[in-house]
Antibody
Framework: EVQLVESGGGLVQPGGSLRLSCAAS????????MHWVRQAPGKGLVWVSV????????HYADSVKGRFTISRDNAKNTLYLQMNSLRAEDTAVYYC???????????WGQGSQVTVSS | DIVMTQTPLSSPVTLGQPASISCRSS???????????LNWLQQRPGQPPRLLIY???NRFSGVPDRFSGSGAGTDFTLKISSVEAEDVGVYYC?????????FGQGTTLEIK
């Protein structure tokens, strides 16, 4: 069974940093693209970033480009999101999701709450 | 960026009756590889999203056959043949043809 478990969320002040982790199990992690998607309170889904299988290629939403960095450790089956210069508008539940082979975002974690507030 | 527009935004449905949600993209979702990466997600209250349909009309593993998808190019539809209580939630169309991936605003399915 595919499992994705996010951790690392919490309350941080504007301008601060946070690193999210997503531990994967139940599939061959190194074979899949991995994504981060966020959802602000009471709002819809917003795609944040993707990292390809070997970690050399990444893409970001314009809203986080230059502030967030996605990475992965295939030996540890773990995905990361380093978030710097955080703003109030980054407050959201952050989901990691597997990019299936032709199936899109086919498996999702339970999410990690990030709150940016003074 | 590709804009995804869903209608309606809210859909009150009687149990056992059909439901339909439309999704339109601002440009064609046909990828250079010939596939159309239009997917549908379901988000039940308090839960993460769940993939229902991928590449327009393919049901993902474990998805009941009362869910079906159709369409082409820029116009797509999700249908539920007979709504059950567990179908309550928000439904999103999403495109994975190009980055950034984008989502529709979401359609809330509720029971009358």
């Amino acid at each position: 069974e595919v499992q994705l478990v996010e951790s690392g969320g919490g309350l941080v002040q504007p301008g601060g940093s946070l690193r999210l982790s997503c531990a994967a199990s139940g599939f061959t992690f190194s074979r899949y693209w991995m994504h981060w998607v966020r959802q602000a309170p009471g709002k819809g889904l917003v795609w944040v970033s993707v990292i390809y299988t070997d970690g050399t290629n990444t893409h970001y939403a314009d809203s986080v480009k230059g502030r967030f960095t996605i990475s992965r450790d295939n030996a540890k089956n773990t995905l990361y999101l380093q978030m710097n210069s955080l703003r109030a508008e980054d407050t959201a539940v952050y989901y990691c999701a597997r990019g299936g082979l032709g199936t899109g975002l086919d498996s999702w974690g339970q999410g990690s709450q990030v709150t940016v507030s003074s | 960026d590709i804009v995804m527009t869903q209608t309606p935004l809210s859909s009150p449905v009687t149990l056992g009756q059909p439901a339909s949600i439309s999704c339109r993209s601002s440009q064609s979702l046909v990828h250079s590889d010939g596939n159309t990466y239009l997917n549908w997600l379901q988000q039940r209250p308090g839960q993460p999203p769940r993939l229902l349909i991928y590449k327009i009309s393919n049901r993902f593993s474990g998805v009941p056959d009362r869910f079906s998808g159709s369409g082409a190019g820029t116009d797509f539809t999700l249908k539920i043949s007979s709504v059950e209580a567990e179908d309550v939630g928000v439904y999103y169309c999403t495109q994975a043809t190009q980055f950034p991936y984008t989502f529709g605003q979401g359609t809330t399915l509720e029971i009358k």
